[in-house]
């Protein structure tokens, strides 16, 4: 069993930045993927940024690529996703997931991910 958290969420202004913070805990398997996902209201789960635990190789997609950066401490279980130059369209429900071994090749889907959090929401004003 592992046990997500995340915190950080808040409202913001567009242009602004955030910090979205994921503890991992429980028993997460040596190899690993974190992904960070979103949500809007009427809109399906978009995948935002995975890392790996052993390679630390990153995706992101493509609306945040070159915005967002994720950043794993391993000593720590924590993964964090620092977003700046936010606008409206990152508004939504942001969602930490956790799978064993590798992090999905091309894009990032929901489906093979087995632990998720319980989300914090990020309001992004124009």
């Known amino acids: 069993q592992v046990e997500l958290v995340e915190s950080g969420g808040g409202s913001v202004q567009a242009g602004g930045s955030l910090t979205l913070s994921c503890v991992a805990s429980?028993?997460?398997?040596?190899?690993?993927?974190i992904a960070w996902f979103r949500q809007a209201p009427g809109k399906e789960r978009e995948g935002v940024a995975s890392?790996?635990?052993?390679?630390?190789?990153?995706y992101y997609g493509d609306s945040v690529r070159g915005r967002f950066r994720i950043v794993r401490d391993g000593a720590l279980k924590t993964v964090y996703l620092q977003m700046n130059r936010l606008k409206p369209e990152d508004t939504g429900i942001y969602y930490c997931?956790?799978?064993?071994?590798?992090?999905?090749?091309?894009?990032?889907?929901?489906?093979?991910?087995?632990?998720w959090g319980q989300g914090t929401q990020v309001t992004v004003s124009s």
């Open positions: 997931a956790s799978k064993s071994w590798e992090c999905p090749e091309g894009s990032l889907g929901p489906s093979s991910f087995t632990d």
């Open positions: 429980g028993s997460l398997f040596i190899s690993n993927c």
């Open positions: 890392v790996h635990s052993d390679t630390f190789k990153t």
